[in-house]
């Protein structure tokens, strides 16, 4: 999905304000930046339509160790923005990525132990995942390894294109976990959406 310049000018506001709370001046601008970005908050897109398919977004989830990551949440005010704090150095990391039918939970797709550190120091080479990245990287802000303790943001707005093109219709649900080998627990950090896909006639 494309970024439009409303999209880059309401992250502008977003990374101004956080940069304005974490340096604590009360100021007329603070009032109003945090006005201005409240009005310009649109909601997050729940359906992407591609064809004659529409690809509807019931809900996103998401968890992690409070460990290695400590926290992992929405952004306060902004339906797009999410944010996490990585509380250890990582110098590696691996992905999995499962869909399953959420009634029957048969699993339909599955990736295991894709190694995120020569995804991000080449992310072309692995077209489709590059793809789904440039889609939650804020602003350009991309990530290098080792991953270095601080607070990091994702973007959510353009996450139900990351859904593959061939897909049957029905309601899913796609799991993206983020394992390290320091931590003994099944993940570091999750990622659940749950989603409908159907027909439009």
Do not use: W
Not at 105 to 129: A, Q, S, T
Not at 171 to 189: A, G, H, I, W
Request: charged share 20%.
């Amino acid at each position: 999905m494309a970024v439009n310049s409303g999209h880059i000018f309401y992250l502008c506001l977003i990374g101004l304000l956080v940069f304005v709370k974490e340096h604590e001046v009360i100021s007329a601008s603070k009032f109003f930046l945090v006005s201005l970005v409240k009005y310009l908050e649109f909601p997050q897109p729940t359906a992407v339509q591609k064809g004659n398919t529409e690809y509807r977004l019931e809900s996103l989830e998401t968890k992690c160790d409070q460990d290695f990551v400590e926290y992992f949440h929405r952004v306060p005010d902004s339906q797009i923005l999410y944010t996490f704090r990585v509380a250890k150095l990582a110098s590696a990391f691996t992905i999995n990525i499962t869909i399953k039918v959420l009634k029957t939970h048969r699993i339909m797709y599955k990736i295991e132990n894709f190694k995120g550190c020569e995804f991000l120091n080449n992310p072309v080479v692995f077209k489709m995942f590059g793809e789904s990245y440039k889609t939650l990287v804020v602003n350009g802000s991309y990530f290098k390894c080792p991953i270095k303790p601080k607070i990091y943001y994702l973007k959510t707005d353009g996450i139900m294109s990351m859904i593959p093109s061939v897909h049957p219709f029905g309601r899913f649900q796609l799991s993206m976990r983020v394992k390290m080998t320091e931590s003994r627990k099944p993940f570091v950090m999750e990622m659940l959406l749950n989603y409908t896909i159907v027909r439009i006639k």
